[in-house]
């Protein structure tokens, strides 16, 4: 991770982390690694979710854009993943996304991808953040008709939903499906999409006023849909987060099926039909030992990368693999998508679904999960930055893995879009594991954040 780009992108709390200076420097970096890189005059897409502050950061990256003479096309309100999508269809430079993921309102951030439709490499990522250490100091800005002109684009919508409906390529007739939109930038384009592809739809979640995003619904709350799925005699339920990158589910019985589930039911049906790619899915280290036992029952390999969609993406694109995600939802079938898409992979998924003839109860009880505990403790950048270096809270932390004495994990980590430190532990005895976390949890809060 750079100074200020994360594994997502550049986040805070919008106007005091993430300020309009800051965007606008953005932009102006941005642009003047991409012209320097491309030879001419670039051309920009920006996309946002249904944040209150998503207008005035789009507003100030435009101004920083523009300033240094790239052209702005902005798509409105759409997905992270039509961004991605969008960038190459129309032979963009670079798009940019304005979201804070399954983040609180208050929180927003900037990502990028490039021309090819996937992020910025870090190197490209670092060359911005010396132009923005710099105060862009060293960039000349634009003058008369070399300044930046903006321009609406009114057609991304469409186009990205074709693009799904043909990528899913199936008949959901039949299926009476909940969908939370989680008051999101997926809403517009599920209410098209899902009853084209002939699902009967109940929609929740679609009435963004900029402050309701993700406030419970979507992804991080999925005990409404559960509920709602239950008492409303649904086949299933399917949940997105802000700009609906993430995919999570429930069955019929209200029980959620996380992105390991996904990601096992999705790559066992590609075997079957020779797509899935060297045989192999890729995963984080934060996937349940379930998942893994089970995908090795299924003569699927698993490869496993640091926490973070990017890290997964690279190790697919570098050994060709079709599949991969994490546990929180995000998917990538790299045979249709350049990053994760919520909504593509519920496409798929129901189409599964429908194809398979079977309740998703059933389809969710191919493996048995091992317990897992997650705990979130809040942590600002000097406290994570302190924790990184605590080598006696190290050793605790390598003790407590011990203690499990092979029937369990410990994993820690600071969050690279969040300011929280995740602790992980997972095993076969759910007291056990919750004493564990209890314990690191006390560990953490005496060494790093009662100082």
Same mark, same amino acid.
Do not use: P, W
């Given at each position: 991770m750079g100074k200020y780009f994360g594994t997502?992108? !550049?986040?805070? *709390?919008? #106007?005091?982390?993430?300020?309009? @200076?800051?965007?606008?420097?953005?932009?102006? #970096?941005?642009?003047? *690694?991409?012209? #320097?890189?491309?030879g001419h005059r670039p051309r920009i897409l920006i996309g946002k979710d249904t944040r209150q502050s998503g207008d005035m950061l789009e507003a100030a990256l435009t101004a920083g854009l523009c300033s240094v003479g790239a052209d702005v096309e902005s798509l409105g309100v759409l997905p992270t993943p039509a961004v991605a999508y969008l960038v190459k269809k129309y032979n963009a430079d670079a798009g940019v996304v304005i979201s804070a993921s399954h983040n609180p309102m208050e929180f927003n951030g900037i990502k990028i991808f490039a021309g090819t439709g996937y992020k910025l490499p870090d190197d490209v990522e670092n060359e911005i953040e010396k132009h923005i250490d710099n105060d862009c100091a060293d960039i000349p800005l634009a003058t008369g008709a070399s300044v930046g002109r903006v321009s609406v684009r009114a057609d991304g919508l469409q186009d990205y939903v074709d693009h799904l409906y043909e990528s *899913?390529?199936?008949?959901?007739?039949?299926?009476?499906v909940c969908i939370d939109c989680a008051n999101g930038a997926s809403a517009a384009v599920a209410q098209k999409l899902f009853p084209r592809l002939g699902a009967k739809c109940t929609f929740i979640g679609i009435t963004p006023d900029?402050? %309701?995003?993700?406030?419970? !619904?979507?992804?991080?709350?999925?005990?409404?849909?559960?509920?709602a799925v239950v008492e409303g005699g649904f086949d299933c339920g399917i949940a997105f987060d802000g700009d609906a990158d993430r995919c999570l589910a429930c069955d019929e019985l209200g029980h959620e099926i996380d992105g390991d589930k996904v990601i096992a039911l999705l790559a066992v049906s590609m075997k079957e039909k020779g797509r899935l790619d060297g045989d192999t899915a890729v995963v984080t280290v934060m996937s349940n030992l379930g998942f893994i036992k089970y995908m090795e029952s299924q003569g699927i390999h698993t490869e496993k990368t640091a926490v973070g969609d990017r890290y997964v993406l690279e190790n697919m694109r570098e050994n060709g693999y079709a599949i991969g995600g994490e546990q929180s939802g995000h998917v990538i079938l790299l045979h249709h998508a350049t990053t994760g898409d919520g909504?593509?992979?519920a496409g798929k998924l129901l189409k599964l679904l429908a194809e398979s003839g079977k309740k998703m109860s059933e389809l969710n009880s191919v493996y048995a999960q091992y317990p897992q505990v997650l705990?979130? *403790?809040?942590?600002?950048?000097? &406290?994570?930055?302190?924790?990184?270096?605590?080598?006696?809270?190290?050793?605790?932390?390598?003790? @407590? &893995? &011990?203690?499990?004495?092979?029937m369990g994990r410990v994993l820690v980590r600071v969050s690279g879009t969040e300011p929280k430190i995740r602790v992980m532990v997972e095993g076969q005895d759910l007291e056990? +594991?919750?004493?564990?976390?209890?314990? +690191? !949890? @006390?560990? +953490? %809060?005496?060494?790093i954040l009662k100082q």
């Open positions: 997502d992108g !550049v986040r805070g *709390v919008a #106007g005091a982390d993430l300020t309009c @200076e800051m965007a606008m420097k953005i932009g102006r #970096g941005a642009a003047a *690694v991409l012209t #320097g890189s491309t *899913v390529n199936g008949d959901l007739s039949g299926l009476n900029g402050a %309701n995003i993700n406030k419970d !619904v979507g992804s991080t709350h999925l005990d409404n849909l559960e509920k909504e593509l992979t705990v979130n *403790v809040t942590a600002n950048a000097a &406290q994570k930055a302190a924790y990184k270096e605590d080598e006696v809270l190290a050793g605790f932390i390598e003790n @407590e &893995q &011990q203690k499990l004495m092979g056990a +594991i919750h004493r564990c976390a209890d314990r +690191i !949890v @006390e560990k +953490i %809060n005496k060494r």
